[in-house]
């Protein structure tokens, strides 16, 4: 134990009057003594597995499980913002909402979301992940803890060669405060990859991404300084697995292409980073996208565990919570539910039947909900209709008790979540160019031909509703749907929603397709509605890079749909916005995916030429962007360079251990391994154990951003500690650090603050300032963030290109109260490593997301959602 002298302030609470003060709190007593409410959702269990013989799953194998909470008036008053926001002539036309005035406006009640954050983790379950609106937590834990937490028995199954373990009976959950559904208490149901790739020079019509540029109708001149490449945009792509191959092979796709280096960001969502299983997918979904919008500001990989559904709907949170990000690409789908089958259904009218189970209907609803939101804070979302045409790939039928077997792709469904009404659905077309005259790797290429691909995904959905933005497509006005999401029928006749909105290159996975390097191989071919989906993204992303529109600072025209249907429906913007797939031949004869024939444009039943194997078409982008945004000259608003990209320090990429060179990044100025330290009484602090550090500057150049990751930030903070974050470093001689403070007593908010540290032979002194316009926030859960954003001007002023030496980490247990200052007794640290550069990586904060942390003793939960500014007096260490 190391011993921290200089001021020794008013002793700790004495546990006695801790433990009254907090039993003082109904919460607490509740917690301590008596019981939670509960209700059990007995249809939330596969119906087939009653005839099936399983065995107990192996204790201690590792689950995710995500639980889901909704307020229907939070509902009702999100459904109004949309409409409002999204129909022309409304006051709150385009005036859209930040992840933090959704959270607020229209977020799950944060004393309901303590219970269940209490509730849930009794048992040993970790909160992974927590959404911005406080309606999702994944939960990480092993099968033992979520049969514990949930009160089920979970079995292995062996059918039809799908190995598998689920529940046998409905989970427990707490009643009264809005949870609506348990997801991921099964790993069958699952988001499958589009990713399609033919072999080597068996493609022989691979196109590069100047060549899409010509043909698409977007800016070419990459030289030009106001032409439009998406600059000061940025873009996500939603996954999950191994992510250090994917960058590698992106940065030789922009080597091979002349392309410059977009920065890359990793948000982990409990990911291990493992799973190299997608990584063809993520190389088409970067390089497609990137390739279409080269100087992006930056692209996020927000990356899960795996594609199951509790995983998929943590993604939809993250990109929904992100304040920076206003488009996204998710190349992954499963087949939409379906509530009305009398085999598989498990109860028409509660809500928890379909053909994926109840989980699969709760996941279809807490998406919706999830990418709404996304919408109303002008995002837009891309994806996959998929590969097997006018059908989609349904689970096993025998696990859900539908009959022997499995049903055969000629299953005529839609994927999900490419026909939800808050996503862009791209299809796929077959695109063949006249020859290039130019030197590689520009390119003056044009449209020779482009036709539907045969497999592209396409077609009606039978439950969702036709969205406003679709009525006028005399195809959809008359299909009806079956019934609602929920199995119940609709009050009267309601027409149904149709997919895809748009298409654009998939190629046809034996001779046609997109430049890719994949593995290492350069010129592999990228393929498939996988390659349309991140297409669409870049380019649309071109798009928002000349609207004036912001939110937040952020600029955006708003979700894509509404736009681009206004467009196809007004017969003259149409034709020179979007190619009419299938309008003729010989540049578009017509073709078909199974159901489904591409239609040309009729100017009496349908002059958009909407179908449902090309939607609207393929984009001019040029002239596509210019009746989006009103801006003419179509160049950049916002036009920024992108910074310096780094490779290294960040999750799940190699740690930057330079021996003290120059770091201009987001992450990786020093990383650690894996591991738990103890706090100075001994417990077990996983939120005090340091991963790494990070810097990076406000987009205005004012403000250092400080940031250590932990290896939980959902853990304990013990009865009468208090937990110190210190993030320190050099600059013109003087030692300054940032801090963060949390106290274990009832109502405690985190509190940030700033000041310089004087070293006395083995001394520490930290002077606190008297500043008070520090500011942060916590992300909870598996490597979770402790975030604090300080003024320059509070720490020597530092300009734009100022080094800041041996920049480093340390947590502590804080001996005395915050109020006197008193000991810090050291738990961990990080670093130096590498130095960091004044201006790299320039970013706004994100938005707070609510913390449960939990006090053992006596089970309370401390909300830190709004950051607490006070003054602290000094403390000091040796």
């Known amino acids: 134990m190391t011993v921290r002298s200089l001021k020794r302030g008013a002793s700790v609470l004495a546990g006695a009057a801790l433990a009254a003060a907090l039993f003082s709190s109904p919460i607490a007593a509740l917690a301590a003594g008596s019981s939670i409410p509960t209700t059990v959702l007995t249809n939330d269990v596969f119906p087939g597995l009653a005839g099936v013989t399983g065995a107990p799953a192996a204790p201690s194998t590792p689950v995710q499980v995500g639980v889901l909470l909704s307020d229907p008036a939070a509902l009702a008053a999100q459904q109004a913002a949309y409409d409002a926001i999204y129909t022309p002539g409304s006051a709150q036309y385009h005036q859209f909402l930040t992840p933090d005035q959704v959270a607020a406006q229209f977020g799950i009640p944060t004393a309901d979301y303590q219970t269940v954050a209490s509730w849930v983790t009794r048992a040993g379950m970790q909160v992974a992940f927590a959404s911005n609106t406080r309606s999702y937590l994944l939960l990480s834990g092993t099968v033992s803890q979520a049969e514990s937490t949930f009160s089920v028995s979970i079995d292995d199954y062996s059918i039809g060669g799908t190995q598998f373990y689920a529940n046998t009976s409905g989970p427990t959950v707490p009643a009264g405060v809005d949870v609506t559904g348990v997801i991921g208490l099964n790993n069958l149901l699952r988001a499958h990859t589009m990713q399609g790739n033919c072999a080597g020079s068996e493609c022989i019509g691979l196109t590069t991404p100047q060549d899409m540029w010509s043909i698409y109708g977007q800016p070419t001149n990459i030289s030009s300084s106001t032409a439009n490449f998406g ?159 006018s059908s989609c790939p349904v689970v096993q039928a025998t696990v859900i008790g539908a009959g022997n077997g499995i049903l055969n792709q000629a299953y005529p469904e839609t994927n999900y979540p490419a026909s939800s009404r808050y996503v862009t659905a791209v299809g796929g077309t077959v695109l063949y160019s006249t020859p290039n005259t130019l030197t590689s790797p520009a390119s003056n290429a044009t449209r020779a031909q482009e036709t539907s691909w045969t497999h592209t995904g396409g077609g009606n959905t039978f439950y969702i509703p036709e969205p406003t933005y679709q009525h006028g497509i005399t195809y959809l006005d008359t299909q009806d749907c079956v019934s609602q999401p929920d199995g119940t029928p609709y009050a009267s006749a309601t027409p149904c929603r149709g997919i895809p909105d748009v298409a654009a290159q998939s190629g046809d996975v034996i001779s046609n397709g997109y430049a890719v390097t994949m593995g290492g191989v350069k010129d592999s071919a990228g393929g498939g509605t996988s390659l349309s989906s991140p297409l669409w993204m870049g380019m649309w992303t071109r798009i928002q890079a000349a609207t004036s529109a912001k939110v937040g600072g952020v600029y955006t025209a708003g979700f894509a749909n509404p736009s681009l249907y206004a467009i196809g429906l007004n017969p003259t913007a149409d034709v020179n916005d979007f190619f009419d797939i299938g309008g003729g031949p010989p540049t578009s004869p017509p073709t078909g995916n199974g159901f489904y024939t591409s239609q040309p444009r009729n100017s009496i039943t349908d002059p958009s030429g909407w179908d449902y194997t090309s939607g609207l078409g393929a984009p001019n982008v040029t002239h596509l962007g210019q009746d989006v945004t009103g801006n003419n000259t179509f160049t950049p608003t916002n036009n920024v360079a992108a910074p310096a990209p780094q490779d290294c320090g960040q999750p799940g990429l190699v740690s930057c251990q330079t021996g003290g060179g120059t770091c201009s990044a987001l992450s990786g100025l020093w990383t650690n391994p894996p591991h738990t330290v103890n706090d100075f009484g001994g417990n077990s602090a996983p939120q005090l154990s340091l991963l790494h550090g990070a810097f990076s500057t406000s987009a205005d150049g004012t403000t250092l951003r400080t940031l250590l990751t932990v290896t939980n930030l959902n853990e304990t903070v013990p009865a009468g500690e208090t937990y110190e974050w210190y993030s320190i470093w050099t600059y013109n001689g003087t030692v300054y650090f940032s801090n963060a403070e949390l106290s274990s007593v009832p109502g405690s908010m985190p509190t940030y603050h700033d000041g310089t540290v004087t070293v006395t032979g083995t001394t520490h002194q930290y002077n606190a300032s008297t500043n008070t316009n520090d500011t942060g926030h916590f992300t909870l859960g598996a490597n979770g963030v402790v975030e604090v954003d300080v003024p320059l001007a509070n720490v020597g002023s530092p300009p734009l290109g100022a080094t800041l030496t041996g920049p480093a980490g340390e947590t502590d247990t804080l001996a005395g109260t915050p109020q006197s200052g008193g000991l810090l007794e050291k738990a961990d640290s990080g670093g130096p490593t590498c130095d960091y550069v004044v201006g790299s990586i320039p970013t706004t904060s994100t938005p707070d997301a609510p913390v449960a942390i939990m006090l053992p003793a006596v089970g309370v939960a401390v909300a830190l959602a709004v950051p607490a500014l006070r003054r602290r007096r000094n403390r000091a260490r040796v």
């Open 231 to 389: 600059q000061g945009q940025q873009m996500a792509v939603l996954g999950e697995g191994a992510v250090s191959g994917t960058i590698s092979d992106l940065r030789a796709f922009e080597s091979e292409f002349a392309l410059p280096q977009i920065p890359i960001t990793i948000q982990s969502i409990n990911d291990d980073f493992q799973d190299t299983s997608g990584n063809g997918e993520w190389d088409i979904d970067t390089q497609a996208s990137t390739g279409m919008a080269p100087k992006a500001y930056g692209e996020t990989l927000i990356f899960a565990k795996d594609l199951t559904d509790p995983s998929v709907l943590a993604d939809f949170q993250a990109f929904e919570g992100d304040a920076n990000v206003m488009q996204a690409n998710a190349s992954f789908g499963e087949c939409e539910q379906d509530p009305t089958s009398p085999v598989t259904q498990g109860g028409v009218g509660t809500g928890l039947g379909g053909l994926a189970g109840s989980a699969g209907v709760m996941f279809t609803q807490g998406s919706e909900t999830a990418l709404q939101q996304a919408t109303i804070e002008g995002k837009t979302l891309f994806s996959s209709t998929g590969d097997t045409g």
